[in-house]
Protein backbone atom coordinates (compact mmCIF):
# COMPACT_ATOMS: atom_id res chain seq x y z
CA UNK A 1 0.00 0.00 0.00
CA UNK A 2 1.15 3.77 -0.72
CA UNK A 3 -0.17 6.70 -1.28
CA UNK A 4 1.91 7.99 -4.00
CA UNK A 5 0.48 9.39 -6.82
CA UNK A 6 -0.53 7.17 -9.91
CA UNK A 7 1.54 7.04 -13.12
CA UNK A 8 0.50 8.64 -16.10
CA UNK A 9 -0.20 6.29 -19.10
CA UNK A 10 -0.45 6.21 -22.48
CA UNK A 11 -0.58 2.32 -23.69
CA UNK A 12 -1.12 1.40 -27.53
CA UNK A 13 -2.51 -1.63 -28.25
CA UNK A 14 -1.71 -3.12 -32.06
CA UNK A 15 -3.40 -6.46 -31.42
CA UNK A 16 -2.93 -8.39 -34.52
CA UNK A 17 -1.84 -5.93 -36.61
CA UNK A 18 1.59 -4.35 -38.11
CA UNK A 19 4.62 -5.61 -40.30
CA UNK A 20 7.94 -4.34 -40.52
CA UNK A 21 6.91 -1.60 -42.44
CA UNK A 22 5.00 -0.09 -39.69
CA UNK A 23 8.33 0.38 -37.22
CA UNK A 24 8.38 4.17 -38.92
CA UNK A 25 5.00 4.86 -36.79
CA UNK A 26 7.09 3.71 -33.26
CA UNK A 27 9.92 5.81 -34.43
CA UNK A 28 8.18 8.74 -35.21
CA UNK A 29 6.50 8.59 -31.84
CA UNK A 30 9.81 8.06 -30.32
CA UNK A 31 10.46 11.33 -32.12
CA UNK A 32 8.17 13.44 -31.35
CA UNK A 33 8.40 12.30 -27.56
CA UNK A 34 12.01 12.01 -26.80
CA UNK A 35 11.33 12.64 -22.91
CA UNK A 36 7.41 12.70 -22.17
CA UNK A 37 6.70 13.44 -18.49
CA UNK A 38 3.78 10.04 -18.61
CA UNK A 39 5.07 6.46 -20.13
CA UNK A 40 4.16 6.07 -23.40
CA UNK A 41 4.12 2.25 -24.27
CA UNK A 42 3.39 0.58 -27.64
CA UNK A 43 2.52 -3.40 -27.69
CA UNK A 44 2.93 -4.34 -30.80
CA UNK A 45 2.40 -7.81 -32.05
CA UNK A 46 5.09 -10.22 -30.74
CA UNK A 47 6.75 -10.55 -34.09
CA UNK A 48 7.83 -6.97 -33.72
CA UNK A 49 8.89 -6.88 -30.37
CA UNK A 50 12.71 -7.20 -30.88
CA UNK A 51 12.75 -4.82 -33.87
CA UNK A 52 11.06 -2.63 -32.34
CA UNK A 53 12.94 -2.69 -29.32
CA UNK A 54 16.20 -2.05 -31.44
CA UNK A 55 14.66 0.77 -33.26
CA UNK A 56 13.27 2.70 -30.08
CA UNK A 57 16.67 1.90 -28.14
CA UNK A 58 17.79 5.01 -26.61
CA UNK A 59 14.64 6.36 -26.50
CA UNK A 60 11.83 7.13 -23.89
CA UNK A 61 8.67 4.95 -25.37
CA UNK A 62 8.36 1.54 -23.97
CA UNK A 63 6.98 -1.93 -25.11
CA UNK A 64 4.76 -4.52 -24.27
CA UNK A 65 3.44 -7.90 -25.17
CA UNK A 66 -0.08 -8.56 -25.73
CA UNK A 67 -0.61 -11.62 -23.89
CA UNK A 68 1.48 -14.68 -21.86
CA UNK A 69 1.60 -18.11 -20.92
CA UNK A 70 1.33 -18.83 -17.31
CA UNK A 71 4.18 -21.45 -17.49
CA UNK A 72 7.78 -20.22 -17.74
CA UNK A 73 8.94 -22.14 -20.72
CA UNK A 74 7.72 -25.91 -21.95
CA UNK A 75 5.28 -27.87 -24.31
CA UNK A 76 2.97 -25.05 -25.51
CA UNK A 77 2.96 -24.58 -29.31
CA UNK A 78 1.83 -21.43 -30.18
CA UNK A 79 2.34 -19.44 -26.95
CA UNK A 80 4.61 -16.88 -25.52
CA UNK A 81 6.47 -16.91 -22.06
CA UNK A 82 6.80 -13.90 -20.08
CA UNK A 83 9.94 -14.64 -19.80
CA UNK A 84 10.80 -14.28 -23.88
CA UNK A 85 8.63 -11.43 -23.38
CA UNK A 86 11.54 -9.57 -21.36
CA UNK A 87 13.98 -10.71 -23.23
CA UNK A 88 12.69 -9.32 -26.55
CA UNK A 89 12.61 -5.62 -24.67
CA UNK A 90 9.30 -5.55 -22.86
CA UNK A 91 8.66 -4.22 -19.64
CA UNK A 92 4.72 -4.57 -19.58
CA UNK A 93 2.27 -7.13 -20.63
CA UNK A 94 -1.43 -6.51 -21.40
CA UNK A 95 -3.29 -9.61 -19.84
CA UNK A 96 -7.12 -10.25 -19.85
CA UNK A 97 -8.04 -8.14 -22.55
CA UNK A 98 -11.85 -9.34 -23.25
CA UNK A 99 -10.43 -10.45 -27.04
CA UNK A 100 -8.61 -13.02 -25.01
CA UNK A 101 -11.56 -13.48 -22.54
CA UNK A 102 -13.45 -13.73 -25.44
CA UNK A 103 -12.13 -15.43 -28.25
CA UNK A 104 -9.90 -17.81 -25.93
CA UNK A 105 -12.04 -18.33 -23.18
CA UNK A 106 -9.89 -17.16 -20.19
CA UNK A 107 -10.58 -17.03 -17.19
CA UNK A 108 -10.05 -15.06 -14.40
CA UNK A 109 -8.16 -17.33 -12.58
CA UNK A 110 -5.72 -17.57 -15.74
CA UNK A 111 -5.34 -14.64 -15.85
CA UNK A 112 -4.15 -14.25 -12.27
CA UNK A 113 -1.99 -16.77 -13.20
CA UNK A 114 -0.64 -15.03 -15.83
CA UNK A 115 0.03 -12.09 -13.56
CA UNK A 116 2.19 -14.28 -11.34
CA UNK A 117 4.17 -15.38 -14.24
CA UNK A 118 4.56 -11.96 -15.35
CA UNK A 119 5.71 -10.56 -12.37
CA UNK A 120 8.17 -13.46 -11.98
CA UNK A 121 9.94 -12.26 -15.65
CA UNK A 122 10.05 -8.92 -14.25
CA UNK A 123 6.82 -7.73 -16.46
CA UNK A 124 4.77 -5.24 -15.43
CA UNK A 125 0.72 -6.36 -16.22
CA UNK A 126 -1.92 -4.35 -17.66
CA UNK A 127 -4.78 -6.59 -16.46
CA UNK A 128 -8.08 -5.19 -18.66
CA UNK A 129 -11.74 -5.97 -16.70
CA UNK A 130 -14.96 -4.60 -18.12
CA UNK A 131 -18.85 -5.21 -18.61
CA UNK A 132 -20.47 -6.57 -21.96
CA UNK A 133 -23.31 -4.48 -23.21
CA UNK A 134 -25.55 -6.18 -21.68
CA UNK A 135 -24.21 -6.68 -18.14
CA UNK A 136 -24.51 -2.87 -18.29
CA UNK A 137 -28.16 -3.20 -19.69
CA UNK A 138 -28.92 -5.49 -16.54
CA UNK A 139 -27.43 -3.24 -13.96
CA UNK A 140 -24.80 -5.15 -13.15
CA UNK A 141 -21.41 -3.38 -14.36
CA UNK A 142 -19.67 -3.30 -11.22
CA UNK A 143 -20.79 -6.66 -9.98
CA UNK A 144 -18.79 -7.45 -13.14
CA UNK A 145 -16.13 -5.24 -12.93
CA UNK A 146 -15.25 -6.16 -8.93
CA UNK A 147 -15.22 -9.62 -9.61
CA UNK A 148 -12.78 -9.72 -12.32
CA UNK A 149 -10.69 -7.71 -10.16
CA UNK A 150 -11.12 -9.94 -7.26
CA UNK A 151 -10.19 -12.89 -9.45
CA UNK A 152 -8.01 -11.68 -11.91
CA UNK A 153 -5.08 -9.85 -9.38
CA UNK A 154 -3.28 -12.58 -6.50
CA UNK A 155 -2.20 -11.02 -3.50
CA UNK A 156 1.09 -9.27 -4.37
CA UNK A 157 -0.61 -6.58 -6.81
CA UNK A 158 0.76 -3.17 -6.31
CA UNK A 159 1.55 -0.03 -8.29
CA UNK A 160 5.20 -1.34 -9.08
CA UNK A 161 3.70 -4.45 -11.01
CA UNK A 162 0.21 -3.66 -12.20
CA UNK A 163 -1.69 -1.37 -14.30
CA UNK A 164 -5.62 -1.87 -14.65
CA UNK A 165 -7.26 -0.99 -17.84
CA UNK A 166 -11.10 -0.32 -17.66
CA UNK A 167 -12.28 -1.30 -20.81
CA UNK A 168 -16.08 -1.48 -21.32
CA UNK A 169 -16.18 -5.08 -24.20
CA UNK A 170 -18.99 -2.73 -25.74
CA UNK A 171 -17.25 0.54 -26.03
CA UNK A 172 -13.83 -1.49 -28.04
CA UNK A 173 -13.50 -0.64 -31.64
CA UNK A 174 -17.02 0.30 -31.62
CA UNK A 175 -16.87 4.14 -31.46
CA UNK A 176 -18.85 4.36 -28.54
CA UNK A 177 -17.78 4.86 -25.01
CA UNK A 178 -19.33 5.44 -22.23
CA UNK A 179 -20.04 8.71 -20.61
CA UNK A 180 -18.28 10.45 -17.86
CA UNK A 181 -19.84 9.99 -15.40
CA UNK A 182 -20.09 6.32 -16.24
CA UNK A 183 -16.26 6.39 -16.10
CA UNK A 184 -16.10 8.28 -12.89
CA UNK A 185 -18.62 5.94 -11.00
CA UNK A 186 -16.22 2.81 -12.20
CA UNK A 187 -13.12 4.25 -11.87
CA UNK A 188 -14.20 5.30 -8.09
CA UNK A 189 -15.31 1.78 -7.37
CA UNK A 190 -11.80 0.38 -8.89
CA UNK A 191 -9.76 2.83 -6.92
CA UNK A 192 -11.59 1.91 -4.00
CA UNK A 193 -11.17 -1.60 -4.42
CA UNK A 194 -7.76 -2.00 -6.20
CA UNK A 195 -5.22 -3.77 -3.67
CA UNK A 196 -2.80 -0.38 -3.82
CA UNK A 197 -4.18 3.30 -4.11
CA UNK A 198 -1.50 4.17 -6.23
CA UNK A 199 -2.28 1.48 -9.16
CA UNK A 200 -2.79 3.47 -12.34
CA UNK A 201 -6.53 3.14 -13.60
CA UNK A 202 -6.46 3.30 -17.60
CA UNK A 203 -9.51 3.65 -19.63
CA UNK A 204 -9.85 2.05 -22.66
CA UNK A 205 -12.06 1.79 -25.36
CA UNK A 206 -12.43 3.98 -28.73
CA UNK A 207 -10.36 6.67 -27.19
CA UNK A 208 -9.12 8.81 -29.94
CA UNK A 209 -7.81 12.29 -30.72
CA UNK A 210 -11.01 13.52 -30.85
CA UNK A 211 -11.98 12.31 -27.26
CA UNK A 212 -8.78 11.97 -25.46
CA UNK A 213 -8.82 15.39 -23.60
CA UNK A 214 -12.30 14.90 -22.71
CA UNK A 215 -11.73 11.53 -21.10
CA UNK A 216 -8.13 12.51 -19.43
CA UNK A 217 -9.77 15.34 -17.77
CA UNK A 218 -12.09 12.95 -16.00
CA UNK A 219 -11.28 12.44 -12.33
CA UNK A 220 -9.55 8.85 -11.41
CA UNK A 221 -8.59 8.15 -15.65
CA UNK A 222 -5.17 8.19 -15.67
CA UNK A 223 -4.24 7.34 -18.67
CA UNK A 224 -5.53 4.98 -21.54
CA UNK A 225 -5.12 1.86 -23.04
CA UNK A 226 -5.46 2.56 -26.85
CA UNK A 227 -6.31 0.43 -29.98
CA UNK A 228 -7.04 1.38 -33.11
CA UNK A 229 -5.57 4.92 -32.50
CA UNK A 230 -2.12 3.63 -31.58
CA UNK A 231 -1.41 2.54 -35.49
CA UNK A 232 -0.49 5.76 -36.37
CA UNK A 233 1.82 7.77 -34.69
CA UNK A 234 -0.06 11.29 -35.71
CA UNK A 235 -2.97 9.76 -33.99
CA UNK A 236 -2.13 8.51 -31.33
CA UNK A 237 0.67 11.09 -30.64
CA UNK A 238 -2.29 13.61 -30.45
CA UNK A 239 -3.60 11.21 -27.83
CA UNK A 240 -0.08 11.46 -25.49
CA UNK A 241 -0.26 15.41 -25.97
CA UNK A 242 -3.63 15.31 -24.59
CA UNK A 243 -2.78 13.16 -21.44
CA UNK A 244 0.54 15.28 -21.25
CA UNK A 245 -1.52 18.33 -20.95
CA UNK A 246 -4.21 17.28 -18.79
P1 LIG B 1 -9.99 0.53 -29.45
O1 LIG B 1 -9.43 -0.72 -28.63
O2 LIG B 1 -9.22 1.74 -28.98
O3 LIG B 1 -9.73 0.19 -30.88
O4 LIG B 1 -11.45 0.65 -29.13
C1 LIG B 1 -9.06 -0.60 -27.27
C2 LIG B 1 -8.56 -1.93 -26.76
O5 LIG B 1 -9.13 -2.97 -27.13
O6 LIG B 1 -7.60 -1.98 -25.96
Given at each position: ?????P?????????????????????????????????????????????????????????????????????????????????????????????????????????????????????????????????????????????????????????????IAY????????????????????H??LR??A????ISLLY????????????????GVD????????????????????????
Amino acid sequence: MSDRTPKRIAAGNWKMNGLSAELAEAEALAAAFPAPAASVLLCPPATLLAPMAQALAGSAIGLGGQDCHAAEKGAHTGDIAALMLADAGAGHVILGHSERRAHHGETDAQVAAKLRAAWAAGLTGIVCLGETAAERAAGRTLEVVGAQLAGSLPPGATAANTVIAYEPVWAIGSGQTPTPEEIVEVHAFLRQNAPDPAISLLYGGSVNPGNAAQIFAIAGVDGALVGGASLKAVDFGAIVTALLAA
